[in-house]
Nanobody, 128 residues
Framework: QVQLLESGGGLVQAGGSLRLSCAASGRTFSTYALGWFRQAPGKERDFVAGITWSGGSTAYADSVKGRCTISRDNAKNTVYLQMNSLKPEDTAVYYC?????????????????????WGQGTLVTVSS
């Protein structure tokens, strides 16, 4: 079973940038679609971005489109979320998650969030 560990969160001023990383254990990482989600205090966990196993397709929530980029390095078993032009409303715990059905070409499962494998989260705080 793949395990995920996020890093890169922290405190940043509005307008700043952060790059989150999610490192995975396991040899099957490269076959899984991956996603980033976030949960703000008192709110439900929401989809942020997803990427297919090959990296050939990506998807973004409207709230981050144009400001965030998801990417992956299968050689390093790592998925990234580059976040630019951060806003106070981006403050949340950010989680990565894996769709463990191998070689799935669609991001629908990722975007719906019905996933079995989750990281523990990393906190992003954006000050105004």
């Amino acid at each position: 079973q793949v395990q995920l560990l996020e890093s890169g969160g922290g405190l940043v001023q509005a307008g700043g940038s952060l790059r989150l990383s999610c490192a995975a254990s396991g040899r099957t990482f490269s076959t899984y679609a991956l996603g980033w989600f976030r949960q703000a205090p008192g709110k439900e966990r929401d989809f942020v971005a997803g990427i297919t196993w090959s990296g050939g397709s990506t998807a973004y929530a409207d709230s981050v489109k144009g400001r965030c980029t998801i990417s992956r390095d299968n050689a390093k078993n790592t998925v990234y979320l580059q976040m630019n032009s951060l806003k106070p409303e981006d403050t949340a715990v950010y989680y990565c998650a894996a769709d463990t059905y191998p070689y799935r070409s669609s991001l629908r499962v990722i975007s719906e969030g019905y996933l079995e494998v989750w990281g523990q989260g990393t906190l992003v705080t954006v000050s105004s």
